[in-house]
């Protein structure tokens, strides 16, 4: 069975950095392009980061350009969405998911997500 598992969330003051990672549990990482998406409460979930299955290709958001850098670890089947300057508006449960395409609109398997919350 398919599965990913999200961690290291929690609560950083605005500025502040965090890194999450994604695992995978029953498959191998290698063959699939993999994305970070979030959700905030009351709105629409959105994608912020994706990488091909390489690591070779990456796209973001507008709104975490600069700040967020997204990285794979293949042989230890995780991938990585490190966090900088973090704002309040990055609070949201971040999900990673499977994706077709790294244009980061779509994911077909997701794990449960992990909260990060940006407050001072």
């Known amino acids: 069975q398919l599965q990913l598992v999200e961690s290291g969330g929690g609560l950083v003051q605005p500025g502040g950095s965090l890194r999450l990672s994604c695992a995978a549990s029953?498959?191998?990482?290698?063959?699939?392009?993999i994305g970070w998406f979030r959700q905030a409460l009351g709105k629409e979930r959105e994608g912020v980061s994706c990488?091909?299955?390489?690591?070779?290709?990456?796209n973001y958001a507008d709104s975490v350009k600069g700040r967020f850098t997204i990285s794979r670890d293949n042989a230890k089947n995780t991938v990585y969405l490190q966090m900088n300057s973090l704002k309040p508006e990055d609070t949201a449960i971040y999900y990673c998911?499977?994706?077709?395409?790294?244009?980061?609109?779509?994911?077909?398997?997701w794990g449960k997500g992990t909260l990060v919350t940006v407050s001072s």
């Open positions: 998911a499977a994706v077709p395409t790294i244009d980061c609109v779509r994911g077909d398997y």
């Open positions: 029953g498959f191998t990482l290698d063959y699939y392009a």
């Open positions: 990488i091909s299955s390489s690591g070779g290709s990456t």
